[in-house]
């Protein structure tokens, strides 16, 4: 007997502030989620699906059943950040010739989310039609919080919240304690609530059927201190390693540096980087933004240190340093992708998350400048990009897609496009057969270790076109590239496409 709602948010943050508290006082986001929110959001969400309508009966008794009892709220790791902007403002003045415009400063609190956040109620069972109509609501919930928390929302089942791994659960206590354990959480009151609490001051006479909208609650409520009737404050044990395993906190950064930056312990070698953006980021851009993060970090290593230290594991190799084993290249490598929660297996999904890893390892001096990026700029720079680390540690979690050298599978498709690292045209829009991307591919896979025989070719842009598009070079659409036979290994073939990832499959 249970019932369970999962909210996953695609782009990795929770934007709310804590409910009725004044801006400027406000230092954190809402953390955990209030329930109250949620059962304000289901409500929307019946308005949103039946303009015009009132609540159905069935929808009341639904969000009160819901009501009846507070949830246990589970989350993976978090961090908490703020975004600050400033809003012109017409100063105010008696002489409209002397009034100047000024710069007011808002400050956007968000919580940067590893995997979904549960709401469950041990204690609720729905019937049959509750749970049918409990999904159709949760399907028009496009967003929780404020409008940048994207969200998708859904029942889940007690086995599937067993299976997700990290998931630590925030459970109501009586009332509100003052603990380092402890936070406070704004809840319906479950002897009192009514679910035309939700929109309405009870002294105004609300009714659910009423034929006339109420005015909006918060405006209602303004000169009230935000006092909701049937709500109040709880405090919510968090979880037994609350902060310590479950805040990511970004370490502090000591600007003087007395040893060498390649001296030290190899404190991490992965990193994980939550990229916060008020726009989703379109697939296209993983290569720039990688090159981004990846120059920014030159940029900060050499503001600090200057040109008399280098970085391995920023910059490459050294031949004079005896870790360097056959002279490999140990450097660091940036992988954008979309957010491995969200299930979008055929990696259709906005790039959401930056992973880092670096065989050779990185220093403390070297992981503090990688926290250091706090801006990239992809496109025409109009939406800058935030890094806010989500996770670090020796050895990249299970599902991380990095690449190790070797294929594991029979079929193997790339996160990104192919691009060549050297240029094949000559003049004419001609390829040089010498350097045609095929040939290249087949020489990164063997550097890269996959010493296998193979055929590479290239195909139409799309299903749907047979020709080159005309902003393209004039590309050969169909040609067939053999590497040379190897009888000791056996012959994969790989499908190339100019403009599209990698499929290797192999025969």
């Known amino acids: 007997m249970m019932t369970a709602i999962k909210i996953i948010f695609p782009w990795g943050r929770y934007y709310a502030p804590p409910w009725g508290l004044n801006p400027v ?10 329930p109250w929110r949620l059962l304000r959001a289901l409500a929307s969400c019946w308005f949103h ?12 008794t639904l969000i009160e059943s819901l009501a009846r009892a507070l949830p246990e709220i589970g989350a993976g790791k978090v961090t908490f950040g703020q975004t600050i902007h400033y809003q012109p403002n017409y100063g105010a003045t008696a002489e409209k010739d002397d009034a100047r415009y000024k710069n007011t ?64 659960w ?23 609530f009514c679910v035309a609490d939700l929109w309405a001051r009870r002294d105004d006479g609300p009714s659910v059927d009423g034929d006339n909208a109420p005015s909006h609650l918060v405006n209602a409520l303004l000169s009230s201190d935000m006092k909701v009737d049937s709500a109040k404050w709880v405090s919510y044990e968090m979880p037994e390693d609350w902060p310590t395993n479950r805040v990511v906190r970004t370490p502090r950064i000591v600007k003087k540096q007395q040893v060498p930056v390649n001296e030290g312990p190899r404190i991490v070698r992965y990193l994980r980087f939550s990229l916060q953006c008020r726009v989703p980021i379109h697939p296209k851009f993983t290569v720039p933004l990688a090159e981004q993060f990846r ?24 031949q004079d340093r005896p870790e360097d084993v056959n002279g490999e290249h140990q450097h660091a490598f940036y992988l954008p992708t979309r957010s491995l929660e969200t299930g979008d297996s055929e990696g259709q999904g906005s790039i959401t998350e930056l992973h880092v890893w670096c065989p050779y390892g990185f220093t403390q001096a070297e992981t503090q400048v990688l926290l250091s990026i706090q801006r990239l700029v992809w496109k ?9 680390l989500t996770a670090m540690g020796l050895q990249p979690p299970q599902g991380v897609p990095l690449a190790d050298g070797t294929l594991k599978g029979r079929v193997w498709r790339s996160e990104t496009p192919f691009v060549p690292p050297r240029h094949f045209y000559r003049s004419g829009h001609k390829i040089r057969e010498a350097e ?5 591919l087949i020489a990164c896979l063997r550097v890269a270790g996959i010493k ?16 080159t598009l005309e902003s393209q070079p004039p590309l050969p659409y169909w040609s067939i590239v053999r590497a040379p036979d190897d009888d000791e290994y056996p012959c994969p073939a790989l499908l190339f496409r100019s403009h599209t990832p990698i499929a290797a499959v192999q025969t």
């Open 170 to 192: 925030c459970r109501p206590t009586s009332g509100r304690k003052i603990s380092a354990r402890c936070r406070d959480v704004f809840c319906p009151d479950p002897g009192q």
């Open 25 to 34: 006082r406000l230092r954190e986001a809402d953390w955990p989620p209030s």
């Open 295 to 318: 120059s920014a970090a030159s940029r900060y290593f050499r503001e600090r240190f200057g040109d008399s230290q280098t970085s391995v594991a920023l910059f490459g190799h050294r």
């Open 380 to 388: 025409d720079g109009r939406y800058p990009v935030r890094p806010v």
């Open 436 to 440: 045609s991307p095929e040939r290249q």
């Open 105 to 168: 400063r808002h400050e956007n609190h968000f919580v940067a989310v590893h995997g979904p956040v549960i709401y469950r109620w041990p204690e609720i069972e729905l019937s049959p039609n509750q749970q049918k109509l409990l999904a159709d609501m949760l399907a028009g919930m496009s967003y929780f919080g404020r409008a940048e928390s994207i969200c998708h929302a859904e029942p889940i089942a007690a086995a599937e919240i067993e299976a997700i791994e990290g998931i630590g």
């Open 452 to 467: 296998v025989s193979g055929e590479v070719r290239r195909l139409a842009l799309s299903g749907e076109q047979a020709e």
């Open 49 to 60: 699906s039946h303009p015009g309508c009132t609540l159905s009966q069935d929808a009341v």
